[in-house]
Each structure stands twice: as structure tokens, then as C-alpha cells.
């Protein structure tokens, strides 16, 4: 079974929502830009919050098992994915991309 690599690519904050649905919160999220995490196993790796790695479980088991090439040729690189978490008002976009042997 493969290795997946999940990097944290961008994210976004939108403030009118925030400020006119959310109500106050003191903590949203660890994950910043840049943040890169291996899943091994198909297990969730530590400090990938439940939220993202629900959003991006499928294809990271998939892209495990040797599959890719989602939706016949969305990514430029067939073993790969860009997902976002489901956080509607700070979401984050992450890159998820097999490993070769001996990669990390």
C-alpha cells in the first residue's frame, strides 16, 4: 500500500461570513499553508483535523490502493487530487499525491 502526501496549499478566510453566520469561536484551525502530512495505512495523520480528512478520505484511499485519475483526467498529475475542507468560512486547499517507494 502506498504512502500519501497532503500539503496545505492555500487558504482562505471570508469575514462577511464569519461576521454575519458564525457565531463567535476562539479556536478554528492548526492547519497554516505549507503544512504537509503523510497518511500511511489509510489512517489519518496526527494533526490533519476530522473535518479536512473527511473531505479528502476517499481519495487519499484510493490514491493508496494505486488508484488516481479522477474524473478522467481533472489533475494535470493522475495520482494526485486537490481538495478543500468542508470549513465554509476558512477553507483550506490541499494537495494529495501518491508516494513512490521511498519517498516521504
Avoid at 19 to 41: Q, T
Avoid at 75 to 99: H, Q, T, W
Wanted: contains cysteine; hydrophobic residues 35%.
Amino acid at each position: 500500500m502506498k504512502k500519501v502526501r497532503i500539503t496545505a496549499v492555500k487558504a482562505a478566510r471570508h469575514d462577511d461570513l464569519i461576521e454575519k453566520y458564525e457565531n463567535p469561536i476562539e479556536h478554528a484551525c492548526d492547519v497554516s499553508v505549507g503544512d504537509s502530512f503523510v497518511s500511511v495505512g489509510g489512517k489519518r495523520p496526527d494533526g490533519l483535523c476530522r473535518s479536512a480528512w473527511e473531505s479528502m478520505e476517499y481519495f487519499v484511499k484510493e490514491l493508496m490502493a494505486g488508484g488516481g485519475n479522477f474524473f478522467d483526467g481533472w489533475m494535470k498529475n493522475p495520482r494526485s487530487a486537490m481538495i478543500s475542507c468542508n470549513d465554509g468560512f476558512r477553507p483550506v486547499s490541499f494537495y494529495i499525491e501518491a508516494l513512490d517507494e521511498g519517498d516521504d
